[in-house]
């Protein structure tokens, strides 16, 4: 299993706040700036207005597992900031998918057509 790089300090998300662009829809906002290096780096922010321990953790989980299923469609050099907001709790892995997926786009962050976990038999 490939790990990634996550932004770990607040002067690593204060960074990609300040000088990043940001989209938001529904469930999330992701905040995006170049970083020069050949990798990305994502940090994910779930505050306590989305719920208590377990739900925070959750979404976390859910934010984390979409990345690692699409990182090899999004273009490398990026550092993302993805914010949870109070609609994404309680949400199926897919809307948090679709939400992720429409922020990459208007991002213009999306290497190629991503694929969906679904299966079409």
Same mark, same amino acid.
């Given at each position: ?8 300090? &607040? ?34 922010s ?33 550092d ?7 609609? &994404? ?25 991503? &694929? ?6």
């Open positions: 299993m490939k790990q990634f790089i996550s932004l770990k300090n &607040s002067l690593e998300f204060g960074n990609v706040y300040k000088r990043g662009k940001s989209y938001a829809n529904k469930y999330l906002v992701m905040y995006i700036v170049d970083n020069n290096l050949e990798i990305n780096r994502i940090g994910i779930v505050s306590k207005k989305v719920g208590n321990s377990v739900v925070r953790h959750r979404v976390t989980r859910l934010i984390r597992e979409v990345y690692r299923l699409q990182q090899n469609n999004i273009e490398k050099g990026h993302i900031v993805v914010v949870a907001r109070v609609n &994404s709790k309680g949400h199926s892995y897919w809307d948090i998918e679709s939400a992720f997926l429409h922020l990459a786009k208007l991002h213009r962050i999306l290497a190629f057509k991503p &694929s969906s976990g679904k299966c079409t038999n």
